[in-house]
């Protein structure tokens, strides 16, 4: 057998501790699979966790990770602490700058320095792999790089953050509110103490700006990313889509459009039969649609000690193996700009919640607003009759433009029969 992969982990927490357990149980397993073992040369962490103190008995331990990612005897460093800078992008730095490899399954670090990151490895030799940053333990950056690598591929979209599925998941199937089935996902660990970048789509964002540019070869852009969460998402519409023949979910969608590139964050309404409405809970999928293969669908556990260090302990095994592919499909330097379609260029229909006066007149005006703009009805709902008090008014559009709706809205805000903020949400033809 040739020399062992020699691995140093910074970070030992959720994600840390999996990785540890993986490299103890699959040692043999690992090291038949490889050609060489796989050997922990180093730890740091702010503390030694009481759970892992027997196992890493004897593993060099560093009290300063940037010592650790400097060191002789470590071949790869896998930054397991988290954060778009500081400590994490800085251990980083310094690991890919003394010529090691790195994984991480920090999305955050990659969504805004990826291409940097990449470029420094690339110019040192070493290797720059982040299969746990989008997805968990879907190997879905390892099928879009190597097995969909045939294929221009034009469509990709997914539930990338399983915070916002299983509260999505709750409220249909309890009735229950937002704020209810978020408090409920705080105290069973499904969701942090601070849950804004889940549920604001931020988290989602992070890993569909990856996605992007492994997909389409284009330069990351995060910023081009529009975002919109879930917290204005309440159960009366999740009943009215339910009505409707739709399920609501989080998606992330990232599209190839007129010579451009449009990504979007934010709740869709789906076809109860489209690939993806039936993955429920905490659970992730993806759908990437190529010129050859046409669409293929992958679903799993999206984060979690195991399932997310079994997608750090894969790249580890390339890494170990030889496999190495460029970690954006293509060198840095072949990335090719794409223009960012704006978000008002999107076209599709919409469903649109009205909490109006219940009064004669209202619905014709509504109505009037609408053709106006050129949007025309599919659907009208109410539900209810309950004279001068306020009751739900649903309406589907057929497809209109983003920036037409944009201008209903803000015409409907000002109306005095309108008593809430519109209610708006995109149904997308999955
Ligand atoms: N958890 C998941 O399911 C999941 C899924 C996908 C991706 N990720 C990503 O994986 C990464 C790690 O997540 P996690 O959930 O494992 O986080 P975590 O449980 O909070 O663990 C972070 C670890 O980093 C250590 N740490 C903090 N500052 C440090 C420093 N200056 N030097 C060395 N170690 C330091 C912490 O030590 P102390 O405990 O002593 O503070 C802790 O061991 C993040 O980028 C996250 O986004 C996580």
Known sequence: MSEPLKVGIAGLGTVGGGVVKILQEHRDLLAKRCG?????????????PDALKDTLAGVPWFDNALDMAKADGIDVVVELIGGSDGIAKTVVETALGAGKSVTTANKALIAHHGLALAKAAEANGG??????AVAGGIPIL???????????????????NGTCNYILTEMEQTGRDFA??????????????DPSFDVDGIDSAHKLAILTSLSFGCPMDFDGVYVEGIRNVTAQDIAFAAELGYRIK?????KRANGGVLQRVHPCMIKLDS????????????VAEGDFVGRTVYEGAGAGERPTASAVVADLVDIARGISAPAFSVPVAELTDLPVQAMASHKGAFYLRLMVVDESGVLAKVSEMLRDEDVSIETVLQRGRAPGETVPL???????EEAAM???????????EVVEDPALIRIEPL
């Open 142 to 160: 390892k099928a879009i790089r190597e097995s969909l690598a045939a294929n221009q591929l034009h469509t990709v979209y997914g539930i990338l």
């Open 180 to 193: 209810d089935v978020l408090a409920e996902a705080q105290s069973l660990g499904y969701a942090e103490a």
């Open 394 to 400: 649903i309406l589907v559009t057929h497809e209109a």
């Open 127 to 132: 290797v720059l792999a982040f299969e746990a």
């Open 36 to 48: 060489r073992a796989i050997e922990l040369a180093g730890v740091s962490a702010l503390e030694m």
């Open 250 to 254: 989080l998606l992330a969608i990232t």
């Open 275 to 286: 690939p993806i409405a039936s993955v429920h809970g905490v659970i992730n999928a993806v």
């Open 406 to 416: 944009a201008r209903v809205l803000e015409k409907l805000t000002s109306m005095a």
